[in-house]
């Protein structure tokens, strides 16, 4: 890396590097990614390790404060987060405001970026137990948050937070239990849900934590910081890929199943089509993404246990092998990445596609703010003010009654 700053303020020089693609926008010690190998570390832990060997805690804890925690330490932060599932009755009222069939993120973006408004004193401040109560709250109010979505868009009665269950327990809570019947949460498919949310608690700088960072770097409310990442998140070129991932596999069966896959590839390569494969392709993985590895596993696990035979399933695994012998895919190092198997996973466990993204939101919510306690933890921070290479006019007369003529 080339420290440009210094460049910049005695010669004027810039970079242009659209999208960001060749750009350091800060310094971080969270998470390490090593594209051309498949390697992904939090705070120096491979994600395998994390994902086989840790729980939703044990991870969250690590990213925010940089160990794995002693016994004693999970056994308080636990209970710390704990404090903080339940939202503002007020803020439940929100959620009526919205079309019933109002898609899941949308609300999410208004409903997150209206906490601010229930904390208004932790923008600005310097204060870093304050601080680190916004990070605590936004990670226990998300999955709360996320299925009281889910509840209004089905016009079922919202179901209130257990604190005894865990992390994954409660969120299937709230989403599946109704208040007249009985509800039993499956421990194994509670941890494989675990494992989904390990894959997804940070990435560094990906197009959603950069926007909570540069929101944040203006001292925005840590709250409305989140709420911007939601929505840069949502996008189906990020996120929503997950989403759209589905929703092509299931083209796919509508259109004769794998015979038809052939024709996809041929409109992924095309480019004077806008279509590409969804779930393929990373900015950084120019090799097999270790996250999609690992979430193919817990897929299979997850539909032998469930005794379910998913077509989509079938129509995956070709797609990936014709797309990875293909000259096209092979030539652009184009494979799976985590967002390829996950909404089949999260199918087999009865979310609904459009809650799809609002999981990886839940789970994200964790890296987004790690990161944002760490910028401003920093002794300076500077806003973010990218420059850009103007291509329109110089200076024009003012012309009062235009002719167009
Ligand atoms: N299908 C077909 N072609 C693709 C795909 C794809 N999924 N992804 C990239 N390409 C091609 C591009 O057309 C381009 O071809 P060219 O060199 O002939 O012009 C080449 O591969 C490089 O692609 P870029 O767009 O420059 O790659 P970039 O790093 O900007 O984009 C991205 C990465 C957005 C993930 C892209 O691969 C994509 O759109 N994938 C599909 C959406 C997706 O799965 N997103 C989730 C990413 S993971 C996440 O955010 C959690």
């Not at 439940?92 to 405001?97: A, D, L, M, S």
């Not at 990435?203 to 929505?231: D, K, L, Y």
Request: glycine letters at 6%; hydrophobic letters at 40%.
């Amino acid at each position: 890396f080339i420290d440009i700053r210094k460049l910049q303020s005695t010669t004027g020089i810039c970079t242009f590097d659209p999208g960001f693609g060749s750009t350091a926008s800060c310094e971080s010690s969270i998470t390490y990614i090593d594209g051309n190998k498949g390697v992904l570390l939090y705070r120096g832990y491979p994600i395998e390790e994390l994902a086989a060997e840790g729980d939703m805690l044990d991870s969250t804890f690590l990213l925010l404060h940089g160990e794995l925690p002693s016994r004693a330490e999970k056994r308080v932060f636990g209970r710390e987060i704990k404090m903080h599932t339940l939202v503002h009755e007020q803020l439940i009222q929100f959620y009526r405001g919205f079309r019933h069939d109002a898609h899941p993120m949308a609300i999410m973006c208004g409903v997150v970026g209206a906490l601010a408004a229930f904390y208004p004193e932790v923008a600005n401040t310097r204060d870093p137990a304050q601080q680190l109560r916004a990070c605590y709250r936004l990670i226990a109010k998300m999955p709360t948050l996320a299925a009281m979505a889910y509840k209004t868009s089905i016009g079922q009665p919202i179901i209130y937070p257990r604190n005894d269950l865990s992390y994954a327990e409660n969120f299937l809570h709230m989403m599946f239990a109704v208040p007249c019947e009985r509800y039993e949460v499956d421990p194994e498919l509670a941890k494989a849900l675990e494992i989904i949310f390990i894959l997804h608690l940070d990435h560094e700088q990906n197009a959603s934590t950069s926007t909570v960072r540069t929101a944040g770097s203006s001292q925005a409310n840590p709250f409305a910081c989140v709420a911007s990442g939601i929505a840069a998140l949502w996008g189906p070129a990020h996120g929503g890929a997950n989403e759209a991932v589905l929703k092509m596999l299931q083209e796919i069966q509508d259109l004769g199943g794998v015979e038809s896959i052939p024709e996809i590839i041929r409109r992924a390569k095309d480019k004077t089509d806008s279509f590409r494969l969804m779930g393929f392709g990373h900015r950084v993985y120019k090799t097999y993404d270790p996250r999609a590895k690992l979430m193919r596993q817990v897929t299979y696990r997850v539909l032998e246990k469930m005794g379910i035979k998913d077509p989509l399933l079938d129509i995956a695994m070709e797609l990936e092998k014709i797309a990875l012998q293909d000259e096209y895919f092979v030539k652009r190092s184009l494979y799976p990445n985590v967002d390829f198997y996950s909404g089949i996973v999260l199918r087999a466990l009865g979310i609904p596609v459009e809650m799809y993204t609002v999981l990886f939101a839940m789970a994200r919510t964790v890296g987004w703010v790690a990161q944002w306690k760490e910028m401003v933890s920093e002794p300076v921070n500077r806003i973010t003010r990218p420059r850009q290479i103007y291509t329109g006019h110089l200076r024009r007369k003012y012309v009062a009654d235009v002719d167009r003529t």
